[in-house]
């Protein structure tokens, strides 16, 4: 698996500034507060359909940018963007570094399937299905780190959390697609 490319952060909505005559966009990473362009904010909102680098700058092509790798890579530098590559060493550190904080509804698994939990909406539709290690996460990471989570999974299922880990990072792409989660940084 390729690297995955995600928006960190709580997007609070375009605003217009006390005498401004253009919109700002606001996104919240962890304390911070960050004001974008449209077109910044746009690009960022791109990133939560789009996870990987190719994908996401073919898709602020099509918008008609033509500034988006300059844009990511300023997002990245601002920490309002990560790659995260599940077999990389250094995922461990990453994911001590964020937390995965529900916006959805957990609606759980059925006897049909026990293996598939499902996180919906207020109409409880599942917008997503995933696995119990993902859905263990997403439900307890608000104030734990993801590698927190994934370190307490490993030790009741006696396995290595790095393993553990790596899944639950290949699947955070479907939670932040779907609207069930965003990551943040650790307080």
Not at 109 to 135: K, T, W
């Amino acid at each position: 698996m390729s690297s995955l490319l995600l928006p960190v952060g709580c997007p609070l909505g375009m605003t217009f500034p006390p005498g401004g005559e253009a919109p700002v966009a606001n996104v919240r990473v962890g304390d911070e507060f960050h004001q974008l362009s449209p077109g910044e904010y746009h690009i960022w909102l791109l990133a939560t359909a789009h996870h990987s680098r190719e994908a996401l700058l073919q898709a602020t092509r099509q918008a008609g940018y033509v500034d988006g790798d300059q844009v990511l890579e300023a997002l990245l530098g601002l920490g309002m963007m990560i790659e995260l590559d599940p077999e990389d060493a250094k995922l461990d550190a990453q994911l001590a570094q964020l937390r995965l904080v529900s916006i959805a509804i957990g609606i759980g698994n059925s006897a049909e399937h026990p293996e598939a939990f499902a996180i919906g909406g207020p109409d409880l539709q599942p917008r997503a299905l995933v696995g119990l290690d993902l859905y263990t996460v997403w439900g307890m990471s608000y104030r734990a780190s993801i590698w927190a989570v994934c370190q307490q999974i490993g030790a009741l299922a006696e396995e290595e959390p790095a393993a553990v880990a790596r899944r639950v990072a290949a699947g955070i792409p479907v939670l932040v697609s779907n609207s069930c989660a965003y990551l943040d940084v650790v307080p």
